[in-house]
């Protein structure tokens, strides 16, 4: 794992080092232990057709954890430090990079409030820490299996004006009940309305999503009460391209009910069609056959074309780490 602090006094980050994977040493009176100043990032690095290992837009996920850690008071790595730490992460971690096809070396930057502090207050001090696992595909045979979900209908993920817009680590906790619930009922996961009038669609747990009408594609604007997910921002651009009508415009859950289509997007499942939406106790079918719709499908196969280097790159996402060979994924 890579490690790098930063001291307010000195108002600096180290350079930051590799070190084994392992416990973290903190203080009792660490801030992020008592007031939760965490914030976290998601990425994955793969191998692609042509051979690399591959990330996938790490300034993005770098301008988002800067943007978060303003939220919650904290110093932020720079993007040259976040994308740094991330490539060396993967470059010591290369022989767990699994073959091409057979899943990802999922990697997980940190950023902790990790100095000590009794009273009410930011930390004095910060630790930026990226470790990485490997994750098996999400879908085999790189099906796209539709998902059922649950509108919730008892809780909400985010207020107006709140937190909703960070990928801090207080947002998680909360829903992990209605999480639990809905899938001990069969659902793969919940759709959040939004806090004010309970009428509109804002997320899943960890996904964006978006409903298709036609040749339009419509998803829930960023407001800070969902999170602007990096595949989110990429469909939207993918799909514009692609001739796509994209309307960035609230989806009633009773607009999304009439969709053709529903899809999530995030890092991990990429883009995942849903196969129904239940709501209050009525569920609402869009899939024929257990089979994606024809535009989540399309998009699927466009941007994972994309990201494992099957396909052009017109718009530069590709990151790859390392300009050569790395030893091939063995211990995968
Ligand atoms: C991480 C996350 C997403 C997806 O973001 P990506 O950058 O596409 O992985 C969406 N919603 C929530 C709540 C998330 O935490």
């Known amino acids: 794992m890579f490690v790098a602090t930063y001291d307010s006094q000195t108002g600096e980050w180290t350079e930051g080092t590799l070190q084994p994977y392992g416990p973290l040493p903190m203080s009792p009176a660490a801030q992020v232990l008592n007031y939760g100043q965490s914030i976290f990032e998601g990425l994955k690095a793969q191998r692609s057709y042509q051979g690399r290992v591959v990330l996938f837009r790490p300034e993005a996920n770098a301008e988002r954890m800067s943007a978060g850690a303003a939220r919650m008071s904290m110093a932020a790595p720079s993007e040259e430090l976040f994308v740094r730490a991330v490539e060396q992460t993967v470059r010591s971690n290369a022989g767990y990079v699994p073959p091409q096809g057979k899943g990802s070396l999922y990697i997980r930057p940190l950023l902790l409030g990790s100095g000590a502090i009794l009273g009410v207050g930011p930390a004095p001090s910060f630790t930026f820490v990226v470790y990485a696992s490997a994750v098996g595909a999400y879908f085999k045979g790189g099906q796209l ?50 806090a004010k009038t309970d009428a509109y669609l804002e997320e899943v747990s960890s996904c964006n999503i978006f409903a298709v009408f036609g040749n339009t594609i419509r998803t829930p604007p960023l407001r800070g ?57 009525h569920r609402h079918t869009f899939c024929e056959d257990n089979k994606p719709g024809s535009v989540s499908l399309r998009l699927y196969e466009a941007l994972t074309g994309i990201q494992q280097e099957r396909l052009d790159d017109p718009f530069g996402w590709v990151h790859p780490v390392e300009a050569c060979e790395i030893t091939n994924g063995a211990a995968a």
């Not at 639990?180 to 309305?193: M, N």
């Not at 921002?233 to 053709?260: C, H, M, N, Q, W």
């Open 145 to 194: 299996t539709p998902i059922d979900l649950l509108v919730e209908t008892r809780f909400h993920r985010a207020a107006p004006r709140g937190t909703g817009g960070t990928k801090c680590a207080g947002n998680y906790s909360p829903g992990l009940g209605a999480l639990a619930a809905a899938k001990a009922e069969g659902y793969a996961d919940v759709v959040y309305l939004d």
């Open 225 to 281: 009460t969902i999170l602007p997910g990096v595949t989110r921002r990429s469909v939207i651009e993918l799909a514009r391209k692609l001739g796509y009508e994209v309307e960035e415009t609230p989806v009633s859950v009773d607009e999304a009910l009439t969709a053709d289509e529903i899809f999530t997007t995030g890092t991990a499942v990429v883009l995942s069609s849903v196969g129904s939406l239940t709501y209050k106790g």
